[in-house]
């Protein structure tokens, strides 16, 4: 089966220890290796104010993972998140190949707010 890309988004409770959020991160991260799905990038974005409450926080832990799975792997990490007592929301997203490129730019530092005169000063 063809693999496609993907990216998932997914809220932590901010009432985590550090090493609670890194192994609930680990736990994710190993159920890709298990299912053979490719992660091409992963980003910890630490701890961000919510736009609106959720379950009563206010803040939580944002981690993103971008990888490469066939379709059956969503249904079977959805699942995993809902049992996932730590995570408060997540999100996965089909990539088609404009957002794989814009990805790629965006790694690549396209998008940072400085630009080059900024940061020669």
């Known amino acids: ?8 988004l997914f809220i932590l ?6 090493q609670q959020v890194k192994d609930t991160i680990d736990k994710f991260r190993n159920f890709f290796k298990k299912k053979k799905a490719e992660i091409v990038h992963e980003e910890h974005m630490g701890l ?3 736009a ?3 379950q009563h926080k206010s803040a939580g832990f944002y981690q993103l993972f ?8 969503i249904n ?7 049992r996932e007592e730590k995570i408060i929301r997540f999100l996965t997203v089909a990539l088609d190949k ?20 900024e940061t020669a000063t």
């Open 1 to 8: 089966m063809e693999l496609r890309n993907y990216e998932t």
């Open 13 to 18: 409770t901010p009432v985590l220890s550090e």
């Open 48 to 50: 961000k104010q919510l």
């Open 52 to 54: 609106y409450p959720i």
């Open 66 to 73: 971008e990888f490469k799975a066939t379709p059956a792997i």
């Open 76 to 82: 079977l990490l959805e699942i995993e998140y809902k």
């Open 98 to 117: 404009h957002g794989v490129e814009h990805n790629e730019k965006k790694r690549k530092g396209a998008f940072d707010k400085k630009t080059k005169e």
